[in-house]
């Protein structure tokens, strides 16, 4: 399989996981499993695939990491309709009215930050474009998350969702994923949630036991485990995202990131056809998505 094919899988992947779980955002876990062949219902994307997007292009124009550009990308794209979460919105706005993209996330939230997993879900592109170094992956991360997220916990789980992605690109063996994740993440949250992954693997835990134990909300550390888990425990992309989005929860997020590291590690010919055609088209639909994993692809190998 080429690496093409994992660049662009990885960035079809996060929106079509994005698109197929927004229908049942919220929804709890007993309400989404209705059972059945899972469809697309209208393939619209959200918030998720359109900072994915503005993550991508800034990567391609700068050839690398430019965090006023990116900011600026994200209010180019912002829809309100796309249903972006109060700390994103307020951040941007920030941005907006002229204070830096260094200052203005962490101001929020009593001088925190957020550590919601808005900065996670949309960091497919940094976990394809850097995935051949661990270092630089990390420091992107944290300072793509900046942007809108400036709370330990929201930087390092984007900075996980990440690796995770790389490890997928590289085509590490499953088995050695773990290690390989355990290894590279500094929090002690994560670093437990991990160890939990490994014993629900174990176990084959059904579902009640993987949302108490991992989570479906919207903090970072209640979701990205959770992909993961997602990713690991199936065979098929089709599966894993279906599996994700049966928990309930923040369907389209942590849908959206199993299906960026599925994506990356099967690539785009392992994704279903009819979830690909039911995917919104136009100026920045499929087509455009698909496109933008090509030209992280050129870059990455041909424009250094």
């Known amino acids: 399989m080429s690496l093409k094919s994992k660049f662009i899988g990885a960035l079809i992947g996060s929106a079509i996981g994005d698109a197929l779980g927004a229908p049942l955002e919220g929804n709890s876990m007993e309400e989404v499993n209705f059972g059945g062949d899972w469809k697309m219902i209208s393939g619209r994307y959200t918030d998720d695939t359109e900072m994915m997007i503005g993550v991508a ?89 900046h942007v809108t997220h400036s709370h330990e916990l929201g930087k390092e789980g984007a900075a996980l969702q990440a690796f995770s992605i790389a490890l997928a690109v590289q085509g590490t063996e ?13 929090n002690v949250i994560y670093k437990e949630k991990l160890r939990k992954i490994e014993a629900l693997l174990a176990e084959e835990a059904d579902k009640k036991a993987i949302v108490f134990e991992l989570g479906n909300g919207q903090e970072a550390f209640n979701s990205v485990p959770t992909a993961i888990y997602s990713f690991l425990r199936f065979d098929s992309f089709k599966d894993a995202v279906v599996y994700a989005i049966s928990l309930g929860g923040d369907t389209d997020t942590i849908g959206a990131m199993t299906g960026a590291i ?7 010919g392992a994704i279903p056809v009819e979830w690909v055609e039911r995917l919104e088209e136009g100026k920045k639909g499929r087509s455009y998505i698909k496109w933008l994993g090509e030209e992280l692809y050129r870059v990455k190998f041909f424009n250094d």
Do not use: C, T
């Open 57 to 145: 292009e800034s990567l391609i124009e700068n050839r690398g990491f430019n965090g006023a550009d990116m900011a600026v990308k994200f209010i180019q794209n912002y829809h309100a309709r796309r249903g972006y979460g109060p700390g994103s919105k307020e951040a941007l706005r920030r941005i907006r009215g002229g204070e830096s993209w260094e200052d203005a996330s962490g101001k929020l939230f009593g001088g925190k930050g957020s550590y919601g997993n808005g900065a996670a879900m949309r960091i497919a592109p940094v976990g394809i474009f850097y995935y051949d170094n661990a270092d630089k992956l990390r420091e992107i991360a944290y300072k793509s998350s």
């Open 174 to 186: 499953k088995e050695a994923m773990l290690h390989d994740l355990k290894e590279f993440v500094k």
């Open 262 to 268: 599925s994506g990356a590690y099967y690539g785009e």
